[in-house]
T-cell receptor
Framework: NAGVTQTPKFQVLKTGQSMTLQCAQD?????MSWYRQDPGMGLRLIHY???????DQGEVPNGYNVSRSTTEDFPLRLLSAAPSQTSVYFC??????????????FGNGTRLTVT | EDKVVQSPLSLVVHEGDTVTLNCSYE??????LLWYKQEKKAPTFLFML????IEKKSGRLSSILDKKELFSILNITATQTGDSAVYLC?????????????FGQGTTLQVKP
């Protein structure tokens, strides 16, 4: 059971570079989301999607883009990396957007450093 | 503005102690409260609470929700070193046709032998 798979596990970028964090799930989950985790701030929602072709912004969307062309994949794009985007990024999925009755399943995270 | 606040932010205890972690929230359109345990990598699910006063239990861990006072507690009895982790509280809110999970800052628990 692969669950939620994130790649890469680690990444170092220079300021201004762009990159895509990959997230794939094999559970046929409708709901997918991206969080960033910073010390003392818990997990903050960046973007989320309730199904293929549908995305929406979370609490901290600036500097990030997402798309959802398939049910399985939900990539997160950093358009022009900044040091403030240094963080650990988690992708999570749930069977439906009504996840109040089904908890999120998390990937193992991507540790990103922007110098 | 929606917020989820956990206390304490960190805690150091010895094996065998009992600990209580707190989570208070102010979230519109509340649907459920969840607890996660995070060791080195991904958060893992512990409990989901939707109704007040009903205790959920799993081994030495238990949790309860008070929807009138807007808080939840997570209890761990007879702590072990393997309980050392960050414990995350999150509230699921309904928003239009979708929903969002809002996390607290987390409580870092260290259990010493």
């Amino acid at each position: 059971n692969a669950g939620v798979t994130q790649t890469p596990k680690f990444q170092v970028l220079k300021t201004g570079q762009s990159m895509t964090l990959q997230c794939a799930q094999d559970m046929n989950h409708e709901y997918m989301s991206w969080y960033r985790q910073d010390p003392g701030m818990g997990l903050r929602l960046i973007h989320y999607s309730v199904g293929a072709g549908i995305t929406d912004q979370g609490e901290v969307p600036n500097g990030y883009n997402v798309s959802r062309s398939t049910t399985e994949d939900f990539p997160l794009r950093l358009l022009s990396a900044a040091p403030s985007q240094t963080s650990v990024y988690f992708c999570a999925s749930s069977p439906s957007y009504s996840s109040y009755n089904s908890p999120l399943h998390f990937g193992n995270g991507t540790r990103l450093t922007v110098t | 503005e929606d917020k989820v606040v956990q206390s304490p932010l960190s805690l150091v205890v010895h094996e065998g102690d009992t600990v209580t972690l707190n989570c208070s929230y102010e979230v519109t359109n509340f649907r459920s409260l969840l607890w996660y345990k995070q060791e080195k990598k991904a958060p893992t699910f512990l409990f989901m609470l939707t109704s007040s006063g009903i205790e959920k239990k799993s081994g030495r861990l238990s949790s309860i929700l008070d929807k009138k006072e807007l808080f939840s507690i997570l209890n761990i009895t007879a702590t072990q070193t393997g309980d050392s982790a960050v414990y995350l509280c999150a509230v699921f809110k309904r928003s239009s046709n979708t929903g969002k999970l809002i996390f607290g800052q987390g409580t870092t628990l260290q259990v010493k032998p």
